[in-house]
């Protein structure tokens, strides 16, 4: 009897868990499917796995929101209206082109520049579906693979997307011209300062020549050093990195900021 | 039964090892072009490799927790001299001795499976980690045959300097469980964090670096922990299976005490586990940002609320088990007022700590709150006051914990008030410590709060816990006893605890490996061999509920499967000292 009381508990127990996780949302979370700069999609399609990249593969939706105020960033309901009125002699879709792959260059007022060049996370024909659906939000979706392939500077033979495991993403960026050759060698240390509180310390600590909670301390790095780790997303050769970490996106935006952060960081 | 044991363990030993070797030769000579994938009949692939494998390691931690059970508490009957230590170790070592097998058995099924259903897959990994997969069938006859001899030469190494070589003999079977533990992690966190590989082409580059990956180590230490955690927890599930079917006073002041041991064993090692954890997801974070956010703000943020409540009610139940002991010991009755207390502390903590934050909310969802998070309780959500939460959970089992050791007893040092005061100055300084590190946690940047704030709550409870029982030593010096403890005078509801502390860690265990595995998403190694097979997609928390509960409770069954065959064994000897009796 008592085995069989233990038996019908274990199997309460167990239920009660398993309905628990059944009351929950429930989500199931798809690979993201591999969209050609080449491949022939409707305006439909376009949007629909533009939607998919936003909500997955680009983790916009992490800071981002539609319809509301997001957690870090702007609401982008109506976006695809907006964007043709932010910028002087930008169109819409070369306004999310440059949010997307610079989005730094024109920050909506009181946002932090915090987010990624997207392409470093995103396949050319992801960034234009991405585009495609931005644009569906309240504007109208001309973007074409032409357009991307101007912007991201794609060669023809590396359109077709390969599986990533193949290749990395076809994708090189417009090379950024360095400013830092024509920039005075010495920087300013307060402006090297603002770069640092506002975009670093998500990682690093606010005192460089601390470790962060992910990156390491950094306090003397050199401008060699800064130049690739934070523009490439490289070290320099016979570098030893501190941490084995692969997460620092590519900042090549801050390009004529690394002679200021080098000021700081002395 | 001796022999059908043997037999069968030495077989279901040798059949994997085969398999691996055979398997190895013909990978290495490419007889045939291999198909990617091939289809499970009826539950799919993915949920045939699942059960096998989530079985299997329930299994491995079974047979490599309880040793490391066992070895401390000969020790302990070695140095106390109690018998009913060695009586203890020894009940389990029988069991681990069938398990052995049926751990054997379920790795020679997921072997089966994995190579005929995923072919390229572990042909990949086989080349990847060729000469572990010769060490590991050696390490395993060894871990077998120590086990062996460690049971069996239990009698003939009773006493004196051979009781020491049989202790030794205890510790190798622990060291090479733990090698043969570092081996499997080495497969299981390559998968996850691969390193030592061309990232590109996935050409080994340097084997040493795909063993010691990103992840091996945190996963290491915690696996090592919820081991001993995990042993506990099933020892304690023997011992209240064993007193609910006890027919004496004896016997079940024996298995109340048993289980009493298991449970303090397994609850004071799961309050290390959750700083384990969380050196492991920082570790993941900073492998790769995506698969951090992935796990705590993407698809999977709901499971961590799953856990809150999976560990909150580890914490409930266990202080509950507490609370209800207390009743069994002479004097226990004075500590009874403030179990009210304790549990409405208790209570709070839980609801902070399964309150969501990061989610993937529907828009209705969203209007229904009026944002991203509850208007009320949503500021609960975040970090800061969740390690609070936890914090006060750890002190209010420790001050629980206090109060029972103390139960049966009364102070009589002269300065017995100031020791008191003194431990409850402690408890409540540390208490507005912890809570002021949470409230300021609200206002300093997020590398504070994780790198500083945490790991000072933490050390400050810890300090609680540590300086508490030392003045215990002294203000109970000489103390005069109220009564006694009255061994299996507890109870059938507190067995009923330990059951389900042992059913809801077996749970966590299957959520925290499905969690483990689902971080790759489509992925058989992250970002080096993706899965494009039918299951290349992760299920939902429901589907993936209903899966760790299959496994939860097929691995229950046979574990009562092997205490029903470890009572035969009683059965057999008490009918062997009944029968020399002389009829009168």
């Given at each position: 009897m008592n085995t069989l009381k233990v038996i019908l508990f274990t199997f309460l127990v167990v239920g009660f868990y398993s309905f628990y996780a059944n009351s929950i949302p429930q989500t199931e979370s798809h690979p993201p499917k591999k969209i050609s700069l080449n491949a022939k999609l409707s305006e439909d399609e376009m949007i629909e796995a533009g939607e998919r990249v936003y909500s997955t593969k680009g983790t916009c939706g992490i800071c981002h929101a539609i319809g509301r105020k997001g957690s870090r960033g702007p609401d982008l309901n109506g976006v695809g209206l907006r964007a043709a009125s932010r910028k002087a002699d930008f169109s819409a879709k070369a306004y999310l082109l440059e949010s997307l792959l610079k989005p730094s260059a024109y920050l909506v007022e009181g946002y932090a520049p915090m987010m990624p060049p997207m392409a470093s996370i995103l396949t050319p024909g992801e960034v234009m579906v991405t585009v495609a659906y931005l644009q569906s939000l309240g504007g109208k979706v001309d973007i074409t693979p032409d357009d991307v392939r101007a912007v991201m500077q794609v060669k023809a033979s590396q359109v077709s997307v390969v599986p990533e495991t193949v290749s990395p993403a076809p994708v090189t960026e417009k090379p950024v011209v360095s400013a830092t050759a024509s920039e005075p060698q010495l920087g300013d240390p307060v402006k090297g300062k603002a770069v640092y509180n506002t975009l670093c310390i998500a990682c690093h600590n606010p005192d460089p020549a601390l470790a962060g909670a992910i990156g390491p301390e950094i306090k003397g790095a050199s401008r060699d050093l800064l130049e690739a780790r934070v523009l490439r997303a490289e070290y320099p050769q016979a570098y030893q990195p501190k941490r084995d970490t692969k997460m620092m996106p590519p900042m090549a935006h801050l390009a004529n900021d690394i002679v200021h952060l080098t000021e700081f960081l002395k | 039964m001796t022999t059908q044991i043997s037999t069968k363990s030495f077989l279901s030993l040798l059949f994997p090892l085969l398999i691996l070797v055979f398997a190895g030769a013909a990978w290495g000579q490419e007889l045939i072009e291999l198909p990617e994938y091939r289809a499970f009949p009826w539950i799919g692939s993915r949920v045939a490799v699942w059960v096998a494998a989530e079985v299997h390691l329930m299994f491995a931690a079974f047979v490599l927790g309880v040793p490391m059970f066992a070895v401390i508490v000969e020790l302990i009957g070695v140095l106390t001299g109690q018998e009913r230590y060695d009586k203890m170790a020894r009940e389990f070592t029988k069991l681990l001795a069938i398990a052995m097998s049926t751990t054997a058995i379920w790795g020679g099924v997921l072997l089966f499976l994995l190579l005929t259903l995923y072919p390229r897959f572990m042909n990949y990994l086989s080349e990847v980690f060729l000469p572990t997969l010769w060490i590991y069938p050696m390490l395993f006859f060894l871990e077998a045959f120590t086990l062996y001899i460690y049971y069996y030469g239990w009698e003939r190494m009773k006493d004196g300097k051979s009781k020491w070589f049989h202790l030794y003999l205890g510790l190798q079977l622990n060291i090479v469980g733990t090698i043969l533990l570092l081996v499997a992690n080495a497969w299981a966190t390559f998968m996850m964090t691969p390193g030592?590989?061309?990232?590109?082409?996935?050409?080994?580059?340097n084997i040493w670096e795909v063993i010691d990956n990103f992840a091996w180590w945190p996963i290491n230490i915690h696996r090592l922990i919820a081991n001993v955690t995990f042993g506990g927890a099933i020892v304690g599930a023997y011992s209240a299976f064993k007193f609910l079917h006890s027919k004496t006073d004896e016997d079940k002041a024996h298995y109340d005490w048993m289980g009493y041991v298991g449970n303090m064993i397994a609850i004071w090692s799961f309050l290390v586990l959750p700083f384990a954890g969380y050196w492991l997801m920082r570790e993941l974070y900073q492998y790769d940002q995506t698969m951090g956010i992935t796990m705590m703000?993407?698809?999977?943020?709901w499971l961590w609320i799953i856990q809150a409540v999976l560990i909150s009610s580890l914490f409930l139940a266990s202080n509950y088990y507490l609370w209800l002991g207390?009743?069994?010991?002479?004097?226990?009755?004075?500590?009874?007022?403030y179990i009210k207390y304790m549990l409405s502390v208790l209570l709070l903590c839980v609801w902070v700590w399964a309150t969501p934050h990061s989610l993937v909310v529907t828009p209705e969802e969203v209007a229904l709150m009026g944002g991203?998070?509850?208007?009320?309780?949503?500021?609960?959500?975040v970090m800061s006051a969740k390690m609070t939460a936890v914090n006060f959970m750890i002190l209010t089992s420790a001050i629980g914990f206090m109060f029972y050791r103390r139960a049966n007893k009364v102070a009589t040092v002269s300065y017995a008030l100031k020791l008191n005061l003194l431990q409850a100055g402690i408890f409540a300084g540390v208490a507005a410590y912890v809570l002021y590190l949470g409230i300021d946690g609200y206002f300093v940047e997020p590398s504070i709060r994780v790198n500083k704030y945490s790991v000072w709550q933490v050390l400050a409870v810890l300090f609680a816990i540590l300086s508490t029982t030392v003045i215990d030593l002294f203000l109970f010096k000489d103390s005069k006893s109220l009564g006694k403890f009255h061994w299996g005078k507890m109870p059938q509801r507190s067995q009923y605890i330990l059951i389900f502390i042992a059913v809801s860690f077996t749970w966590l265990m299957g959520l925290m490996g499905y969690a483990r595995s689902a971080i790759?998403?489509?992925?058989h190694v992250y970002k080096v061999m993706e899965d494009t097979s039918v299951d290349a997609f992760a299920p939902t928390l429901g589907f993936a509920a209903n899966v760790v509960s299959v496994c939860v409770l097929i691995f229950l069954g046979l574990v009562m499967f092997i205490f029903w065959l470890g009572s035969l064994a009683d059965h057999k000897k008490e009918d062997a000292s009944l029968s020399p009796e002389p009829a009168q």
């Open positions: - | 030592g590989v061309d990232m590109k082409t996935g050409a080994l580059m703000g993407g698809f999977l943020s207390m009743e069994r010991i002479d004097g226990g009755e004075r500590y009874q007022k991203v998070h509850h208007p009320v309780i949503g500021v609960f959500g790759r998403q489509h992925w």
